[in-house]
């Protein structure tokens, strides 16, 4: 998969992609991520994105030229299989189960708004979807571009070591992952359950499938409303 991220803010990205499962799949090919600097498709010598909103209130909002300019530059024949995204604290949620939907597509391009977001031309004609990672404001859409990336990146065929590893997440069946422990079995005297011990595999999925649910409904009462 192809990802693609307009910013004002380029090296933002550098340090989130670096490491880990991201930066091995990138190696690998599995995935390749291109940064551009929204910059480049503004007309002035201060090459401006932002405005002020009509109507009046506080701060700037981005421009919707360039950002049209961006899309249609990097999509200039749009297939179906390339999807833009408006990241947006209006947006819809984004869940587990959205970033599965995406790894469907071959290409996505993330928006990333700044200031007091983005003129609504862009939400309304330009973005196949607007997306918000929780219901809190950013200051930026940089940090919600790469979670949305790095969710999303987890999923794609080859990524993860284990292909199984990712269906027993959080998440993928209406639970939380199970708890889970490592050596030593007893640290200060908080011990580790004593089926996960034995090698008993049945009753060690059985306890596990169990701990889920108790935890969830701890924790997360509203995943198994
Ligand atoms: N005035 C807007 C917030 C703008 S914050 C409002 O109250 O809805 C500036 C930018 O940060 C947004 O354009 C968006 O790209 C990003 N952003 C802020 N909160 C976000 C969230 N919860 N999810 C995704 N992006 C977010």
């Known amino acids: ?10 090296d933002f990205f550098d340090g989130p992609f670096r490491h880990g499962v991201v930066a091995r799949a990138a190696q690998a090919g599995a995935l390749a991520i291109q940064t551009y600097d929204l910059r480049t498709w503004t007309h002035d010598i201060h090459k401006t994105v932002d405005d002020r909103p009509f109507g009046g209130g506080e701060g700037m909002l981005m421009k919707c030229a360039p950002i049209f300019d961006a899309v249609e530059t990097i999509f200039p024949a749009k297939t179906a299989q390339q999807r833009v995204i408006l990241t947006s ?5 984004f869940t587990q189960q959205v970033a599965r939907d995406l790894t469907q597509y071959d290409e996505l391009l993330i928006l990333c708004g700044r200031y007091e977001g983005v003129d609504e ?17 950013l200051s ?18 080859g990524v993860l070591g284990n292909s199984d590893s990712a269906l ?13 422990w490592t ?4 640290f200060r005297g908080w011990k580790v359950p004593e089926t996960l011990l034995g090698g008993n595999h049945a009753e060690i999925r059985k306890w596990r499938l169990q701990a889920a ?13």
Do not use: W
């Open 1 to 10: 998969m192809k990802f693609h991220l307009v910013t004002i803010f380029p």
């Open 121 to 137: 031309r862009v939400a309304e004609h330009l973005a196949d979807d607007e997306l918000s990672i929780g219901d809190y404001v």
């Open 183 to 186: 050596r030593p079995a007893d």
């Open 89 to 93: 604290a209006q947006g819809r949620k």
């Open 140 to 157: 930026g859409g940089e940090l919600a571009a790469a979670i949305i990336v790095d969710s999303v990146a987890r999923l794609l065929p």
């Open 213 to 225: 649910r108790e935890k969830t409904a701890r924790l997360r009462p509203d995943l198994l409303a």
């Open 168 to 180: 027993n997440e959080s998440f993928e069946d209406g639970l939380l992952d199970c708890p889970q």
